[in-house]
């Protein structure tokens, strides 16, 4: 079955009607636009109702519309004529271009103006009088005219309708790139509270559980002084950390952040806790100074390795390497590994990942898992996280 011919909208039949109605009233008062035709008054009430039922086709069916509004105009022109009829024309033409396709919007308009050309010429070679001129004027500004109209109004229309996709899609690539800044800056938070805190909390629960688990006040004793001088200390970690959130300058990375510098009290804080952990600065005392995020990430790095250290690693020595190369530096940190049952230590498995994160955003490589030590008697394994951070030469320069 042939699909339904399509309902004209609400103002088609509003101007069909108005229109309908205004040629009556015209042709019932006598006010014809030609005299001397062809054919009598009453046949300009033929063109008149076609036209009328042509306007309900305006929008849905445009182009049908001025096929056959043409013809009916051109009847007109033998009879006394309507000027509604006319009216109604230019009507039909500006919504074959405003509503058609983009080829016949194209297309009518230079139609239009040929033939305007063309009625102007040619009235003017067979009048031989200047009234020929008007009569191409008249010519032009019913076919010419409503369609140079249409044109303006479609290319407004297309400009707005293209606008406002623009700024559709704009504000969808803005909320696109706001969920990306807020996930983003959620995972900096994670590995930022990950770090300062997890290093302190995870020796206070080894600690407490030797001191729950040993009954000798001398063990207890030291460990509970563990356990209060990281909780002091992970207290300020949080605070700092609250500090940041809580700043409104805009300043994502707190002035203060952790360099290699630090590194010294950093282990420190590991042997106090109980591990046997020893650095080999392999870096040149007088080199350049690194980039603030390679020292932080190099920083985190270690102090996330120690954590790990301490709650999954054999009794045995910890080795911390820092290598300086022209355009890179390499952190190394070793430690124990016999497959132990399990860690001293709950922790959330975050660890990995975030010192993983941290390396992939400055573009280096991460590398750990286990592998025998040539060190150690009988082949013994070790744990190895590897890391290779980048560092720009122009970079240094500009930090010195």
Not at 1 to 24: E, F, H, K, Y
Not at 176 to 204: C, F, G, K, P, Y
Not at 253 to 276: K, W
Not at 297 to 323: D, F, M
Request: glycine share 8%; charged share 20%; hydrophobic share 45%.
């Amino acid at each position: 079955m042939p699909p339904p011919l399509p309902r004209p909208q609400r103002i088609d039949v509003q101007i069909a009607v108005v229109s309908l109605a205004s040629g009556l009233a015209l042709w019932a008062l006598g006010l014809h636009m030609q005299t001397d035709r062809l054919l009598g008054a009453a046949w300009a009430l033929l063109p008149l109702f076609a036209l009328a039922a042509l306007e309900l086709l305006r929008s849905t069916m445009p182009q049908t519309a001025l096929a056959l509004a043409t013809c009916a105009l051109v009847f007109d022109q033998f009879t006394s004529g309507n000027l509604a009829s006319v009216m109604m024309f230019t009507d039909i033409m500006y919504a074959a271009v405003v509503y058609g396709t983009p080829a016949a919007a194209r297309r009518i308009p230079l139609t239009t103006g040929a033939i305007t050309v063309a009625v102007t010429l040619g009235l003017l070679a067979w009048w031989r009088e200047p009234e020929a001129v008007l009569a191409g004027v008249l010519t032009g500004i019913v076919s010419f005219g409503p369609a140079a109209t249409g044109v303006l109004v479609r290319n407004h229309r297309e400009a707005a309708a293209a606008a406002k996709l623009r700024a559709e899609q704009t504000a969808l690539l803005a909320e696109m790139d706001r969920a990306q800044a807020v996930t983003a800056e959620r995972a900096r938070m994670a590995r930022e509270l990950h770090d300062m805190v997890a290093n302190h909390l995870s020796a206070i629960a080894i600690h407490s559980t030797a001191a729950l688990s040993l009954d000798d006040p001398a063990t207890s004793k030291d460990a509970l002084a563990v356990i209060r001088e990281n909780s002091v200390q992970g207290l300020a970690e949080m605070r700092r950390l609250i500090g940041i959130l809580r700043d409104d300058s805009g300043d994502l990375e707190p002035a203060a952040s952790p360099t290699l510098d630090g590194l010294a009290a950093l282990l420190d804080t590991a042997r106090t806790n109980g591990l046997d952990v020893t650095l080999d600065d392999a870096r040149a005392a007088d080199g350049p100074k690194l980039p603030a995020p390679v020292e932080l990430a190099a920083y985190r790095i270690v102090q996330e390795s120690l954590t790990n250290a301490l709650k999954h690693a054999s009794p045995g020595r910890v080795t911390v390497t820092l290598t300086q190369e022209p355009r890179a530096l390499r952190v190394r940190v070793t430690s124990p590994y016999d497959d132990p049952a399990g860690p001293r230590a709950p922790g959330s498995g975050a660890g990995l990942v975030g010192m993983r994160e941290r390396t992939e955003l400055l573009g280096g490589t991460f590398e750990s898992g286990p592998e025998t030590s040539p060190q150690s008697e009988g082949g013994g394994k070790v744990w190895t996280v590897s890391v290779t951070l980048p560092v720009d030469p122009a970079d240094e320069g500009a930090k010195e």
